[in-house]
């Protein structure tokens, strides 16, 4: 076969590849087995033609659009597309118009799928609800973010959540074997010989992204001149120039999910909270000084008084990114990641920070004892502001006098640990009650 002969299958083909191996089945569907396996509830859904509004939840790449696809192709009635990054509410509206009529005229349902929802604002959102509630458009919604952060409540009482998860390499080891072998959608008219080492090194570069894997084989294939024999040979030599670098997935809900982990593993492993950090910087292309602020609180909120130098060491690391930058702060940077996770831990203050803001809310309001109020004016005798005792004046510099508000002057917040530095700061405590029984 030669050039002029490739030419000749590709006609009825002038798709992308990926864009003819969408799977038109569920059989077909890769992955997400845990929705939409044999038994599973969104499977039944489709297979008995009982799709009510849903929201499909997962990372780019995942096969929401795909799963959509075939619920379009599965299920009756009309099925509408729209992308939220350019339609409007007018447009969601004339969905709605079109629907009614067809509902009342032919008594067809209208699936509306809207892609990206989280860049739907709240107004626009709002403009489905009715129409939702009143069973005039089957919803079905797909978001990279969080929906419970960009999603309104009312829509998400109304619909199903289903979560999908990242793909693997197997995954689009998967897709990328049925392409090369089908021989009416993908390449498999084609003589193709592909190195075994080149089709894993395009499943793992993918990181699970099927369209990704698949649109990298093409330009291989496509780049690749037929040989003597008569055949498209593909080594590992093409196939990494067609894909040299894994996809990054930097969305928003994976950012947040990242600091979340950073901030866990600052309580417990020094490995994943470095991990996490370099991860993020260098993979997603997140900022050093959320990662920092972050540690900052956590040098409180996690360590607080069991070891106050590790916010010294947070808050020199911060100074250090403000004044040399990144990447030579990395060092500082993670020293102040390590001290934190390897020093004692206490969430004494964060308690009595809770416990405090209980009882300020549980007194209607908090009067000021007489003799801690200012008396740097002419006449505070008269008022009787008087009877503070200087503890300073008292052995150990300390004196058991009323500091707060009498409704709840004998409640107690801040409790110290037996961790590091708070040892000693239980030990004082004790002292003091001792002098106070006393």
Not at 410 to 420: D, K, V, W
């Amino acid at each position: 076969m030669d050039l002029f002969s490739y030419e000749d299958v590709q006609p009825q083909k002038k798709k992308l590849l990926a864009d003819r191996m969408r799977p038109e089945s569920l059989d077909e569907y890769i992955g997400q087995t845990h929705i939409v396996g044999e038994g599973q509830l969104l499977r039944k859904a489709i297979e008995t033609d009982q799709v009510t509004s849903i929201i499909l939840y997962g990372p780019p790449g995942c096969g929401k659009t795909t799963l959509a696809h075939i619920i379009s192709k599965q299920t009756s009635g009309e099925f509408v597309k729209l992308n939220a990054v350019d339609a409007s509410v007018k447009d969601v509206r004339n969905v709605i118009e079109q629907a009614e009529m067809k509902q009342s005229m032919y008594g067809t349902k209208t699936t509306l799928f809207l892609d990206e929802v989280h860049r739907f604002n709240s107004a626009r959102q709002d403009a489905l609800l009715p129409a939702v509630e009143k069973g005039t458009i089957v919803f079905i919604g797909a978001t990279t973010e969080n929906p419970f952060h960009h999603v309104n409540g009312a829509l998400m009482s109304r619909s199903t959540l289903f979560e999908l998860y990242k793909l693997t390499s197997e995954h689009s080891l998967i897709a990328l074997q049925r392409a090369l072998t089908d021989k009416d959608k993908g390449l498999g008219q084609l003589p193709i010989e592909m190195e075994e080492e080149a089709l894993q090194h395009l499943a793992d570069m993918s990181n699970g992204d099927i369209r990704r894997a698949l649109h990298a084989l093409e330009v291989a294939v496509n780049t690749t001149a037929y040989g003597s024999d008569g055949i498209i040979k593909i080594t590992y030599r093409e196939v990494e120039q067609s894909i040299r670098q894994p996809a990054r997935k930097g969305d928003k809900s994976t950012q947040y999910d990242v600091l979340s982990a950073f901030h866990k593993s600052v309580r417990g492993s020094s490995d994943a909270a470095l991990f996490w950090f370099l991860y993020a910087v260098e993979k997603l292309g997140m900022d050093p000084m959320t990662f920092i602020r972050r540690l900052i609180v956590a040098c409180s909120e996690d360590i607080g008084l069991a070891n106050p130098q590790a916010m010294v060491q947070a808050v020199s690391a911060q100074q250090a990114y403000e004044k040399i930058g990144w990447p030579e702060s990395k060092y500082v940077i993670a020293q102040a990641i390590l001290f934190a996770v390897e020093s004692p831990k206490s969430n004494a203050i964060p308690k009595a920070i809770h416990k405090a803001m209980d009882s300020m809310n549980a007194i209607k309001e908090a009067d000021v004892p007489h003799h801690l109020r200012d008396t740097h004016y002419s006449g505070a005798e008269k008022l009787n502001h008087t009877g503070y005792q200087y503890p300073h004046d008292f052995p150990g510099h300390y004196v058991h006098q009323q500091y707060l508000p009498s409704a709840i002057q004998h409640e107690i917040f801040y409790e110290a640990t037996e961790q590091g530095m708070e040892q000693k700061i239980k030990l004082n405590q004790k002292k003091r009650k001792n002098i106070y029984k006393k």
